[in-house]
């Protein structure tokens, strides 16, 4: 079945810095990558979609400045955390869908990364 | 603007006991829907879609559009279902979640 997978899986740093998160889809190619969040004891919300190389469309509320998604290639995503503070610690989970079969519209999830901001 | 209601939060029941996770939508057009499931330590993953039609691990899900209701159903609870349960709402290509039932079934 499709795999995604994120690295780092668990990240601690500094208020002021910045942190990047890569989302890569293993063995199929895809086109859309979500980026979500997910408070503890709580459902996950959208903070942004990006398709290979154009872009990506933040949901309201989102800094754009703040959450820089790049999806450079159809297999990789990344979302850089940029000047973090403690209140962005939190569990940042992506998901990818492809263009063909099954992938074409189901969503498949990373494990998520675990960020603490000291 | 779309919305996901899932009024448990917390669903614990005896195994081989039937149980049922509501979900309700609100959505302007024809929804699509679906059921996600998260075992412990483990990542989300799809456990069915309304269009499919199918039953998952013995769990059913009915749309009701006059109810605007989308519950999951098992017969006969297993030790094995216990897990986080998200019931989800696509437009375009955005998925909401609703806040997620933990279910625990008892042996």
């Known amino acids: 079945g499709a795999v995604v997978s994120q690295h780092p899986s668990w990240v601690i740093c500094k208020s002021g810095t910045s942190v990047k998160i890569e989302c890569r889809s293993l063995?199929?190619?895809?086109?859309?990558m979500f980026w979500y969040r997910q408070f503890p004891k709580q459902s996950l919300m959208l903070m942004a979609t990006?398709?290979?190389?154009?872009?990506?469309?933040?949901e309201q509320g989102v800094e754009k400045d703040k959450f820089l998604i790049n999806h450079a290639s159809l297999t990789l995503s990344t979302l850089t955390v940029t000047s973090a503070h403690p209140e962005d610690s939190s569990f940042y989970i992506c998901?990818?869908?492809?263009?063909?079969?099954?992938?074409?519209?189901?969503?498949?999830f990373g494990p998520g990364t675990r960020l603490t901001v000291t | 603007a779309q919305r996901v209601t899932q009024p448990e939060k917390l669903l614990s029941v005896f195994k081989g006991a039937p149980v049922e996770l509501k979900c309700n939508y609100s959505y302007s057009g024809s929804p699509e829907l679906f059921w996600y499931v998260q075992y412990s330590r483990q990542r989300l993953q799809l456990l069915l879609r309304?269009?499919s039609r199918e039953s998952i691990k013995g769990f059913t899900a009915d749309l009701n559009k006059g109810e605007t209701s989308f519950h999951l159903k098992k017969p006969f609870a297993q030790e094995e279902d216990s897990a986080m349960y998200y019931c989800a709402l696509i437009s375009g290509s955005r998925l909401t979640f609703g806040e997620g039932t933990q279910l625990t079934v008892n042996p």
């Open positions: 063995d199929f190619q895809a086109t859309t």
């Open positions: 998901s990818a869908r492809g263009t063909s079969g099954r992938s074409s519209y189901e969503q498949y």
């Open positions: 309304h269009i």
């Open positions: 990006s398709n290979e190389g154009s872009k990506a469309t933040y």
